[in-house]
């Protein structure tokens, strides 16, 4: 296969510098294409560059490691980097995906090297399972600190109204705005998607390409229309909206 291509998203400066000269080191043939210190700016990352393999912080801020591993789903071999050795260890011991300890021990990291490059010529594991075990193992340091939204306050014409997250079928970047499209009706607000993605549940609604997030329950089908891309129709919408690469692995089953 082509080099492979590596992601770390870790918060700590001095941990994500050498967690990167250890991989240099231990895997000199793989490139470090991204580094992220935090879980909003490595969704873009991942999106950007779509890397092979993410080292991914299980605490971090905008998104935890935990919210960002299931936005990125199948879409990349994941090996968690965590300071929690006791039942999170468990439940990583009973799951498919590596784990790194910190500090992070270079003997530790080759295993875990040797274990991620032999699975790289098959599809990335489903981690659902593992990812509800850590939620209900780890629940006080890993949970954001804000509640989802519920609410979204919008300009409708010269009216600000309030949309229910529930009624949202789509979000979508537009320029210095993001649009928000009911089944009735189309407002602006002036947050950024990739800050509004923290705030939604990523159970209900899953990101498709780099400047849109759709209701999972609104889609009303999905078709290829060339080897990398999909596009999405939305229950109560003539518009197609495109789904790229790096998110096409939502829609596999």
């Not at 935890?64 to 990349?76: E, F, S």
């Not at 980097?81 to 039942?87: D, G, I, K, L, R």
Request: contains cysteine; charged residues 25%; glycine residues 4%.
């Amino acid at each position: 296969m082509s080099q492979v291509s590596i992601m770390i998203a870790e918060d700590e400066p001095l941990m994500r510098e050498r967690l990167q000269q250890q991989l240099a080191r231990c895997w000199p043939d793989a490139t470090v294409v991204a580094l992220a210190e935090d879980g909003l700016s490595a969704l873009q990352a991942f999106i950007d560059h779509e890397p092979d393999i993410v080292f991914l912080d299980i605490r971090m801020p905008g998104m935890n490691g935990i919210d960002l591993a299931r936005r990125i789903g199948a879409g990349a071999h994941i090996i968690f980097v965590t300071a929690y050795n006791q039942y999170a260890v468990e439940a990583f011991d009973a799951g498919a995906v590596d784990y790194l300890l910190k500090p992070v021990e270079e003997e530790r990291l080759e295993r875990a090297i040797e274990r991620v490059r032999r699975k790289l010529h098959q599809p990335p594991a489903d981690l659902s399972p593992l990812l509800a075990t850590l939620r209900s193992v780890m629940p006080q340091p890993i949970e954001l600190a804000s509640t989802k939204l519920q609410w979204i306050k919008a300009t409708v014409g010269r009216q600000i109204r309030l949309i229910h997250v529930n009624d949202v079928l789509f979000f979508q970047s537009d320029s210095k705005y993001t649009r928000v499209v009911t089944r009735d009706e189309e407002a602006f607000i002036r947050t950024p998607l990739k800050e509004l993605l923290a705030g939604l549940d990523p159970e209900q609604f899953w990101q498709i390409h780099r400047g849109t997030v759709v209701q999972v329950k609104s889609i009303a089908s999905a078709e290829r229309i060339d080897a990398e891309r999909m596009e999405v129709r939305m229950k109560g919408s003539l518009e197609k909206l495109v789904v790229s690469r790096a998110f096409t692995h939502l829609f596999r089953e």
